[in-house]
């Protein structure tokens, strides 16, 4: 199934939401910056279409399916922010463009890079343990 990038957003806040506790439409709509007539449609289309569940409370609840996507789009997001400081960018630029690119790239594309990203950060890792030795 094909997302778009604002569901991927409202999908992986409430990932994250649920990581600290309950999540109701309002925190999603303060997290993003969003009208709450906006949040709650969206909502309504996740629950129709089996992304989201909301309980009695009124919290909401991903459903398998709709954790896959949040997660596969949380995993782009930190791999490419860590990438991009890696490299040297800013942690403010490098978030910024990694919410921009976890929506675009390809699974096949992002694949390799995080064959690479993982190669890359283990070279630096024994860099900086061999470093650490090096010291005492």
Same mark, same amino acid.
């Given at each position: 199934?094909?997302?778009?990038?604002?569901?991927?957003?409202?999908?992986?806040?409430?990932?994250?939401?649920?990581?600290?506790?309950?999540?109701?439409?309002?925190?999603?709509?303060?997290?993003?910056?969003?009208?709450?007539?906006?949040?709650?449609?969206?909502?309504?289309?996740?629950?129709?279409?089996?992304?989201?569940?909301?309980? &009695?409370?009124?919290?909401?609840?991903?459903? &398998?399916?709709?954790?896959?996507?949040?997660?596969?789009?949380?995993?782009?997001?930190?791999?490419?922010?860590?990438?991009?400081?890696?490299?040297?960018?800013?942690?403010?630029?490098?978030?910024? &463009?990694?919410?921009?690119?976890?929506?675009?790239?390809?699974?096949?594309?992002?694949?390799?890079?995080?064959?690479?990203?993982?190669?890359?950060?283990?070279?630096?890792?024994?860099?900086?343990?061999?470093?650490?030795?090096?010291?005492?």
């Amino acid at each position: 199934m094909k997302i778009q990038e604002s569901a991927e957003n409202y999908l992986e806040a409430i990932l994250l939401g649920e990581r600290q506790g309950n999540v109701r439409s309002i925190d999603v709509a303060n997290e993003l910056g969003f009208s709450k007539p906006s949040v709650s449609y969206a909502m309504k289309q996740f629950r129709e279409n089996g992304l989201v569940i909301m309980d &009695d409370n009124s919290y909401l609840h991903l459903t &398998d399916a709709g954790r896959a996507i949040a997660e596969r789009t949380y995993e782009r997001h930190e791999l490419l922010t860590r990438y991009f400081v890696a490299l040297g960018v800013s942690e403010h630029t490098a978030a910024e &463009d990694a919410c921009r690119i976890e929506h675009v790239i390809s699974q096949e594309t992002f694949s390799k890079l995080k064959e690479h990203a993982e190669k890359m950060m283990a070279l630096q890792a024994k860099r900086e343990q061999e470093q650490a030795k090096e010291q005492q």
